[in-house]
């Protein structure tokens, strides 16, 4: 399940912001403005679902819609020519696609015994889909590129579609996981109470700030690589590649997240994470050289299974089991809808004050999401003060997906 839903992600997202500026040669403002569609649906479409899946229907039955609809929305992306076009499929694939995690989460909590643990060495295989997909997209560019092929940038988002149809498919063989007997049809109202709880609202906090990093990275690294004035001067395949070197370290991580956790403590690793942030945009501030540079956003499995998934873990041990999947989805709306929305509109911001797509002061650029970073980690060290460390009972056959 893993494996299939972030393969889908990692087909045409890294390259996304090139197709934009190349093969639609939209604007820096345009670009933000494109990028901020999905944020925007991300505000919406979790909390829905999240909804559904503790009250309404089968979570599995609810992730095969999802993809089904994912994969649609990809060749409405494809075939988009003009900015409205693409603004347009962009918000549907958000509608459609933002879900996919979150209740992938909830499936993977629900049926897993430990989850620090478990959660790990299942997530582990997004990690090499996503190393594995990037590879299998540059050799397809390339021979694009040899058959002369004009904007090969498109075949991502078709390849996208196929593996999001696979998803859909394989979501059906997924083990049941029933909705709750105990959640009514607004059940992410539950959920908002959770707010109150200061542990929770520190977690969204830096989950939104590390979000907003998040997307200087997602959106500038690969026009910082292929910069040939001021950046590294890849080409677009070796760029593809180089995007891999972010989701190495997650491969030997998430295997180690529940001896971590129990080590540690969730607190300890939910600040390392946070952490890793600023130092992987130091290196972008420096700028050079590329191996330094590249080497370094291996520090981005540290923020994925410290800093993403370990407050996952944390959020799922303050919730009942009655708003699980509403809570995951609050979170969902927080980081990856509030927070990239704010990045993504920011890339295009700074982008503009510093003059366009190419040539870029990206020392400026990238001490931005710097400074962002810095913050989660200070919000995690000076004000996150208790992490739950017992998991709540399971809810078996009655509890929440």
Partial sequence: MSFLDVAVTAAYHPLLSVHLTRALALSPAEVGLVYAMGPLATLVAPLLAGALADGKLAAERLLAIANLGRALALVLVSRATTLH????????????????AVIGTSIALHHLEDAPGGIGRTRVFGTVSWIVTLWFVGTCL???????????????????????LV???YALTLPRTPPSRFSGPLAFLGAVSLVKNRDFRVLLVASVLGAMCMQFHVVLHPLFYMDERAGLGLDLAATSRASSVAQMLEVALFPMLGLLVQRFGLRRVVLLGMVAWPLRFAAYVFGGPA???IGMQALHGVNVVCGQIAVQIAVDRLAAPAIRASSQALLAAATFGLGSLAGQLLCGVVLGV???????GWSFVFSVPFAFGLGAALAIAFAFQRAPERVPARPGAQGSA
């Fill in 85 to 100: 076009e693409a603004l347009l499929a962009v918000g549907v694939l958000g509608l459609v696609g933002s879900p996919t």
């Fill in 142 to 164: 390339e021979a694009l590129a040899r058959a002369g092929m004009g904007a090969p940038t498109r075949a991502t988002f078709w390849i996208a579609a196929g593996l999001a």
């Fill in 167 to 169: 998803s859909a498919a």
């Fill in 291 to 293: 191996a330094f540079v």
């Fill in 354 to 360: 510093t003059g366009g797509v190419e040539g870029q």
